[in-house]
């Protein structure tokens, strides 16, 4: 039983892999907005962006510094945002983002793809100043939550966990069918759901000198995560079985062990401070340069650590962008990232004590986006 224990402990270290790989590009960078909000503050504007990663973009090598086992393959992301002024002073911003990502081994499963769905929702107030520099303040919530992830089979050394594959050599079904119907119905060996709750407020100041504007960013935001696990192995309630030895084990001392290798069973909080700081460059009649730094120091409550490895409790980012705006009401950009520490504190749905070695390797991405502005 104790080889079985380490097949499923891997697989559980897999799974929460696939998840944190998968969901960082739920990352909405809304702070390009923000910086160009003065100019916007007072017009109707409609943003696309299109976020894209595999290996052909991974700048900073982060794939290979993870090692072997689960790698992500392909991540995409695909987001709208509205930003509606009314009253004198005020905006309110929807905006709506969907993430597909997919992670590839070189045995089962062979691929797992997750999707990601965010939703925020921005109260904004402008127009007023302090000092020599113009101010924008905000409120903002959002909701984050990633469609049930289920894993089939899960294949290490000789053995396959599943599942309906062919290849399982231990397989779980149905039981209730099973005895109503004699049909045997599998059931996969592992599935997930994950939720984030956020709550944001902040201050964007702004100010233009000579053909430069630079602009100053700060935020609080508390997250309440949430990540849930389900096994067929949870399933087991015969004090017989659970009592059944398998190599020096008990089953009943598996199924602990195995949750005690999860992401915890109950949801904690992460709170961020969050600093940026921007300039901004016009390059010619058409063309605008943007460059950006931004910190953020992370605190947990409720929060149980993995003693193997230490948390993230910090992270910086340059982020720079180039535009194009060929009419007064189109604009298009395309955006590099790079982050010191993965995406901690910036997509807190990422991280969990099963995954908080990932975030120790830099990281960057790729990003497109179109503005349309009203006339």
Not at 126 to 144: I, K, Q
Not at 183 to 208: C, F, H, M, W
Not at 348 to 365: D, I, K, M, V
């Amino acid at each position: 039983m104790g080889k079985r224990v380490r097949y499923l402990d891997r697989l559980i270290f897999a799974l929460v892999l696939m998840l944190s790989l998968e969901s960082n590009q739920a990352l909405a960078d809304r702070a390009l907005n923000r910086t160009l909000s003065e100019q916007l503050s007072e017009r109707y504007a409609l943003t696309l962006e299109y976020s894209y990663f595999d290996e052909s973009f991974d700048f900073l090598d982060y794939q290979n510094k993870l090692g072997t086992g689960s790698r992500p393959d392909q991540a995409q992301i695909s987001g709208i945002e509205i930003q509606i002024p009314f009253l004198a002073r005020w905006q309110v911003v929807y905006n709506y983002q969907k993430t597909d990502g997919r992670a590839v081994r070189s045995s089962e499963p062979r691929a797992v793809e997750t999707t990601v769905r965010n939703h925020l929702l921005e109260i904004v107030y402008g127009g007023w100043s302090l000092a020599d520099w113009n101010g924008h303040a905000f409120v903002t919530v959002e909701r984050g939550k990633q469609d049930p992830l289920s894993i089939d089979c899960y294949e290490r050394g000789l053995l396959t966990l599943g599942g309906s594959c062919d290849s399982a050599d231990l397989r779980f079904f149905d039981s209730d069918v099973y005895r109503d119907t004699d049909e045997t119905i599998y059931l996969p060996v592992l599935t997930s759901n994950a939720d984030q709750q956020s709550y944001s407020l902040g201050l964007n100041l702004t100010r233009k000198l000579s053909s430069w504007q630079f602009v100053h960013y700060f935020e609080l935001r508390e997250s309440e995560i949430e990540v849930t696990f389900d096994s067929p192995l949870f399933k087991i309630t015969d004090s017989f079985v659970l009592g059944t030895s398998f190599q020096g084990q008990t089953v009943g001392a598996i199924i602990n062990g195995l949750r005690s290798e999860l992401p915890q069973s109950t949801p904690w909080k992460e709170r961020s401070i969050i600093y940026e700081f921007s300039a901004l460059r016009p390059l010619g009649q058409k063309w605008l340069g943007v460059a950006k730094i931004r910190s953020i120091k992370i605190s947990r409550s409720n929060y149980q650590t993995n003693s193997s490895n230490s948390d993230i409790d910090d992270n910086l980012s340059l982020d720079l962008s180039l535009w194009y705006s060929p009419t007064p009401t189109l604009s298009a950009y395309v955006r590099a990232e790079a982050f010191q520490h993965y995406v901690a504190g910036f997509e807190p749905l990422a991280y969990n004590r099963r995954t908080a070695r990932l975030f120790e390797q830099p990281y960057g991405q790729i990003s497109i986006g179109v503005v349309l502005v009203a006339p």
